[in-house]
């Protein structure tokens, strides 16, 4: 069984609703790759830059820049939320070829299942 949430990953989930809780602890209990989904997808729309539009419908080929009006800033900063969350480090070369919203579940499951994972 997980250890139970930090302070740092309870601040980081309190923004979001009840079933995005939810997936987090079903990914932090048993590795849950869609759980994982729905807690990438909750922030990459929460995260969004302000005055984007209204919110689109988000999927795996939902593309951060050209789609969700992503500049480096937000990406940082969803970026920082994840390595909070997750007690990681993510390198810039690590996202450099995160394009769309699956890649960044790529590249954040890869983290999370690598060896000695920081």
Known sequence: MADSP??????ALARFPAEILGAYERHRAAGDAAALGALVTAAVVDYRPSGAGSEPRVTGHTRLFEDLSYDSVAVAELIFFFEDLFDVTISNEEIMGVRTVGDLQACVAKKLSAPGRK
């Not at 930090?6 to 601040?11: C, P, V």
């Open 6 to 11: 930090s302070h740092t990953q309870r601040a």
